[in-house]
Nanobody, 126 residues
Framework: QVQLAESGGGLAQAGGSLRISCAAT????????MGWFRQAPGKDREFIAS????????AYANSVKGRFTISSDNAKSTVYLQMNSLKPEDTAVYYC???????????????????WGQGTQVTVSS
């Protein structure tokens, strides 16, 4: 069974940086994309970034372009989200997700993802 384990969340000051990670286990299919979503209190879950294992295609939400970078270590089935120039509005629970056979145009849709992690809290103070 596929499982996702996030790590690296915490507290940062505005303008600072954090890196969060997500390791996938139980994979028997290499045709997947891993993505990050976040949910702030009282708000809907929103797409942040995604990367496909085959080809390395990436997608970003406009709100984080130029500040966040998604990367992966395929040998470890791990995806990273480097978050720079953090803002208080980045405060949220960040969820990792994995989906199989995702096409590029569907990378930002939560419905494309089959498994989700438990989430890691990121808090940015002003």
């Amino acid at each position: 069974q596929v499982q996702l384990a996030e790590s690296g969340g915490g507290l940062a000051q505005a303008g600072g940086s954090l890196r969060i990670s997500c390791a996938a286990t139980g994979l028997n299919n290499r045709n997947y994309a891993m993505g990050w979503f976040r949910q702030a209190p009282g708000k809907d879950r929103e797409f942040i970034a995604s990367i496909r294992r085959n080809g390395g295609n990436t997608a970003y939400a406009n709100s984080v372009k130029g500040r966040f970078t998604i990367s992966s270590d395929n040998a470890k089935s791990t995806v990273y989200l480097q978050m720079n120039s953090l803002k208080p509005e980045d405060t949220a629970v960040y969820y990792c997700a994995i989906g199989f056979g995702i096409i590029i145009s569907s990378m930002s849709s939560s419905r494309s993802y089959d498994y989700w992690g438990q989430g890691t809290q990121v808090t940015v103070s002003s």
